[in-house]
T-cell receptor, first 114, second 112 residues
């Protein structure tokens, strides 16, 4: 399997622009997670889905952030409008359901908002 | 999920065993202990997990104390490529609830 695939790897945008990050989870996985990593705050869980349904979005920082999972093989994280403080590495991860199933992470998208 | 405590940093000589401790004194009976590592700016990589028995795989060994309040990840022969941040997580699963949160981890530096 190719693993979790994220795109783009790098994104540079200007403040106020809309940004869309994409994730393809491992086929057959039931859970999908979005994380954000910064030096100051470390790895933060933003939202996770179970069978395409959002379960917990309490980590989404503001209404400017939204996430969707229209089907089992695709998810997006959108920021509109973007701000410089959104600059971070955003990771997507997926896992199977069931006891003991680990998370498998993608290589992340490095977002820079100028 | 229970809170974990790890030392912020550790050094280990190349070729020696690296022993990374984790305290999880409030762990519940249905929570697993997981270890991940993050090399540079890559996505975290799963290493190993356990419930109450000691576990070993091709990457590492996990020793969990009998009371389950702490654990140790052992890299038997550390190499320079093991330099990374290591995260210890305890995690419960049930009823669709699978929130997984990371702490600050231990930065392991393997020294030549």
């Amino acid at each position: 399997d190719a693993g979790v695939i994220q795109s783009p790897r790098h994104e540079v945008t200007e403040m106020g622009q809309e940004v869309t990050l994409r994730c393809k989870p491992i086929s057959g996985h039931d859970y999908l997670f979005w994380y954000r990593q910064t030096m100051m705050r470390g790895l933060e869980l933003l939202i996770y889905f179970n069978n395409n349904v959002p379960i917990d979005d309490s980590g989404m920082p503001e209404d400017r952030f939204s996430a969707k999972m229209p089907n089992a093989s695709f998810s997006t994280l959108k920021i509109q409008p973007s701000e410089p403080r959104d600059s971070a590495v955003y990771f997507c991860a997926s896992s199977l359901a069931g006891l003991g199933s680990p998370l498998h992470f993608g290589n992340g998208t490095r977002l820079t908002v100028t | 999920d229970a809170k974990t405590t790890q030392p912020p940093s550790m050094d280990c000589a190349e070729g020696r065993a690296a022993n990374l401790p984790c305290n999880h004194s409030t762990i519940s009976g249905n929570e697993y202990v997981y270890w991940y590592r993050q090399i540079h700016s890559q996505g975290p990589q799963y290493i190993i997990h356990g419930l109450k028995n000691n576990e070993t795989n091709e990457m590492a060994s996990l020793i969990i104390t009998e009371d389950r309040k702490s654990s140790t990840l052992i890299l038997p022969h550390a190499t320079l490529r093991d330099t990374a941040v290591y995260y210890c997580i305890v995690r419960v699963y049930g009823g669709g609830y699978q929130k997984v949160t990371f702490g600050t981890g231990t930065k392991l530096q393997v020294i030549p």
